[in-house]
């Protein structure tokens, strides 16, 4: 294993830092046919926690499934084998890289699903300031398709209310600040977004407000995201289900995240 600081470029890292998401060139090309096939696989066999968005307008359906890493050998030899918990270390500033989970998103083409701006955080039963996913399109991706994020929103300090696609919220009663309206006021953010190959990826932090448009062109548009936490990573009890849910999971809020279920891939240490 190389040593971190000669893993990326340090403006990566800075970029990441301070800006919340940062592209990364080739880091992952070697895995673009392997994730490929993982894909078909996990398409042909979903989990119980594939949730896929048929449109009411009968366009063409966005696929997503999720935790799927322990049981499809492509994903498991990915999180395993890849860089990709060295390169979460090193993007984090942390000593360990832990696993959190996997979430693959299809959008077949001419899907009309928008994907609202949000944040993850939120969502998830996991809180930290290290935290980094991996968004890695498996086709390419146009600007005007790209997934974009608003430059230095993971350090506002803000956890936004976490709404569903329809623009419900997810958590009854909830009284968090609402996500701001960022398509109406993109001239008051700095929006970042890039044009990408297969095995490209954006790293960004689950506080990152983000969102992707439809897709309305001729090609599948297919991405697997993996997600990893850091060393200060702490269990967060949340007001209900969270997404993903692991139903099954024990834990104490603010406790150590360490379960069987999200075991450390890098540690610098070794």
């Known amino acids: 294993m190389a040593e971190l600081s000669h893993l990326l470029p340090q403006n990566d890292v800075e970029s990441f830092q301070t800006k919340g998401a940062a592209v990364l060139r080739g880091v992952f090309a070697d895995w673009v046919e392997p994730l490929r096939a993982g894909i078909a696989k996990n398409q042909a066999a979903p989990s119980p926690f594939e949730r896929t968005y048929v449109p009411e307008d009968g366009s063409a359906p ?27 270390a ?8 832990r696993i959190f ?9 001419g899907n009309s699903v928008v994907t609202p701006w949000h944040q993850d955080q939120p ?61 109406a006021r993109r001239d008051e953010f700095e929006i970042l977004g890039w044009e990408m190959e297969p095995g490209d ?8 407000l983000h969102g992707a448009p439809a897709n309305n062109s001729a090609n ?45 891939v890098f540690n610098a240490a070794n």
């Open 62 to 88: 966005f696929f997503q499934d999720f935790c799927n890493w322990a049981r499809i050998d492509e994903y498991r030899e990915f999180v395993l084998n890849s860089p990709a918990g060295a390169l979460a």
């Open 101 to 109: 989970h996997d979430h693959v998103l299809v959008k077949e083409p």
């Open 201 to 208: 990826a954006v790293a960004f932090s689950f506080r990152s």
């Open 90 to 97: 090193q993007l984090m500033r942390s000593k360990t890289a």
């Open 220 to 264: 599948r548009r297919r991405v697997i995201s993996v997600r990893w936490v850091g060393d200060d990573a702490v269990f967060a009890q949340r007001p209900g289900r969270t997404s993903p849910p692991f139903p099954d999971l024990q834990f104490t809020d603010g406790a150590p995240f360490d379960a069987p279920e999200f075991p450390v």
């Open 123 to 183: 969502y998830y039963l996991v809180d930290g300031e290290q935290s980094v996913s991996f968004w890695v399109p498996l086709d390419p991706i146009s600007r005007n398709m790209a997934i974009e994020y608003v430059a230095g929103s993971h350090l506002w300090g803000r956890a936004y209310r976490p709404q569903r696609f329809d623009g419900t919220s997810l958590y009854a009663g909830d009284a968090a600040e609402t996500v701001p309206d960022v398509d």
